[in-house]
């Protein structure tokens, strides 16, 4: 290989840039191999249907590899430290006085229960 060696999510990578070359190879090829040939609009409509999937393409190749911001993740870590504390407060206050007591106790551990685990998840995925 002229660039060293790959790997296999290296070469996973390059399989859509490998088919729009192959896409537009084919459509540039149809002046030559069919009898009725596509009338240069609709030749031109494929070749932007091609280059719009390969912008989507480096589109998400870009999210992929760009890292998430250190001030978002820490904003967000925090309203959720807020949002968790104070969910329960919030709760109570709308429930009436003979409701209080095991079933929102319940409504609460789950709600938390989720919320920290989201944050978990998210820890594991930076």
């Not at 840039?17 to 609709?42: G, H, P, V």
């Not at 820490?74 to 104070?86: E, I, P």
């Not at 919030?90 to 106790?105: F, H, K, Q, Y």
Request: aromatic content about 14%; hydrophobic content about 45%.
């Amino acid at each position: 290989w002229a660039h060293g060696d790959r790997t296999e999510g290296n070469e996973n990578l390059r399989v859509p840039i490998r088919m729009s070359y192959r896409l537009r190879t084919i459509i540039i090829a149809q002046r030559t191999r069919l009898t009725n040939k596509l009338a240069i609009l609709e030749e031109l409509k494929l070749l932007s249907f091609v280059q719009d999937f390969m912008e989507g393409y480096y589109g998400l190749q870009k999210l992929i590899s760009n890292p998430f911001p250190f001030p978002l993740v820490q904003m967000t870590r925090t309203f959720l430290l807020f949002f968790v504390y104070t969910l329960p407060f919030a709760i109570l206050s709308n429930v009436d006085e003979d409701r209080i007591g095991t079933d929102m106790t319940l409504v609460i551990a789950i709600t938390t229960y989720g919320f920290v685990g989201l944050e978990y998840i998210s820890i594991e995925f930076d």
